[in-house]
C-alpha cells in the first residue's frame, strides 16, 4: 500500500494562490472524502486539522485541507476578505481537489462556510461535523454585539480593530466583511441540508457562545442532527479529549453515510 502527502498551490482567476494538502491512499478505506474548512485567521496547520490529517492516512482516507485567501501560506490581503471570497475559495478547493462524495469538517468560521458549500454543491456533500460554528458571525457576533464606538470606526474609517479572546493581535474588521456577510446569513430562516450533522461545541466559549450553536440547530431542515456539548471546553476544543470527540464524530458520520 502507497500512502501519500501532497502539498500544492492551486491558482484562484485572478492569480492569488491558495495553499493545500492532501493526504490519500492507493487502497482508499470508502468511497467518501473529508475536507477540512478552518476559521477566521486560522490556518490548515492547526491542532485540529493535523490531528485529522494523522488520522485520516491512519484509515486511509481521502482529506482535503487548504487556506483560504489571506490565510496562511496563501497569498492575499486580509483587508480584502469576505465570506464570499472564503466560500468561493472553498467551492474552487472542493470542486478541483477533492474526490468522491465528503464530509465538511468545518471549524468557527469554517462552520458556515462548510453550511454554505453543503447548500452550494448538495450533490456532492454527505454530511457535516462542524466544531463551535459561526454561521452569521460577521452579524450576529460581531455588529449586534459591537457598541457603538466599534460601529461608528466602522463607519467613518472602515475597519475595528476589535480585541481578540484567545490573547492574539486584535482582528481587523472591516465594514467590507460587515457588508458583504449580509449576503450569506442563514439564520433567518430553514438551512435546507438534509445529510447528518454533528456539532462540538465548549460551553466556555467566548467567540461563539454555546446558546449560537443551538439556533443553527433549530435552523437545520436535517433531522439527524446531535450536539456534543463539552462544559468546560473552550473555543478551539483542542485537547486530547475534544480531538478523540472530533474524530468519533466522523468516524460516526462516515458510517451513516457509507451505510
Not at 36 to 65: C, E, I, N, P, Y
Request: proline letters at 4%; charged letters at 25%.
Amino acid at each position: 500500500m502507497t500512502e501519500t502527502m501532497r502539498s500544492g498551490k492551486l491558482t484562484r482567476p485572478d492569480g492569488e494562490v491558495l495553499a493545500y494538502q492532501i493526504d490519500t491512499s492507493a487502497t482508499p478505506a470508502g468511497p467518501t472524502g473529508l475536507v477540512w474548512l478552518g476559521g477566521f485567521k486560522s490556518d490548515m496547520t492547526g491542532t485540529k486539522a493535523q490531528a485529522l490529517s494523522q488520522w485520516a492516512r491512519g484509515v486511509h482516507r481521502h482529506f482535503l485541507r487548504f487556506d483560504y485567501f489571506a490565510h496562511g501560506a496563501s497569498s492575499g490581503d486580509f483587508a480584502k476578505g469576505t465570506i464570499g471570497r472564503w466560500l468561493d475559495d472553498a467551492l474552487c478547493a472542493i470542486d478541483e481537489l477533492s474526490e468522491g462524495p465528503l464530509v465538511l469538517i468545518g471549524s468557527s468560521m469554517g462552520g458556515w462556510i462548510a453550511l454554505l458549500a453543503a447548500l452550494a454543491r448538495p450533490e456532492r456533500v454527505k454530511a457535516l461535523v462542524l466544531i463551535a460554528p459561526a454561521a452569521d458571525f460577521t452579524e450576529a457576533l460581531m455588529w449586534e454585539q459591537f457598541n457603538e464606538d466599534a460601529r461608528a470606526a466602522l463607519r467613518r474609517d472602515g475597519v475595528y480593530r476589535a480585541p481578540s479572546a484567545q490573547g492574539e493581535e486584535p482582528y481587523e474588521i472591516t465594514m467590507g466583511l460587515i457588508e458583504e456577510g449580509r449576503q450569506h446569513l442563514l439564520l433567518g430562516g430553514v438551512i435546507d441540508f438534509a445529510g447528518p450533522v454533528r456539532i462540538l461545541q465548549g460551553m466556555q466559549d467566548e467567540s461563539v457562545p454555546w446558546q449560537h450553536a443551538m439556533r443553527l440547530v433549530e435552523r437545520l431542515a436535517a433531522g439527524d442532527v446531535t450536539v456534543n456539548l463539552a462544559k468546560v471546553g473552550d473555543h478551539r476544543l483542542s485537547t486530547d479529549d475534544d480531538i478523540a470527540r472530533l474524530v468519533a464524530a466522523v468516524a460516526e458520520v462516515l458510517a451513516v453515510v457509507e451505510g
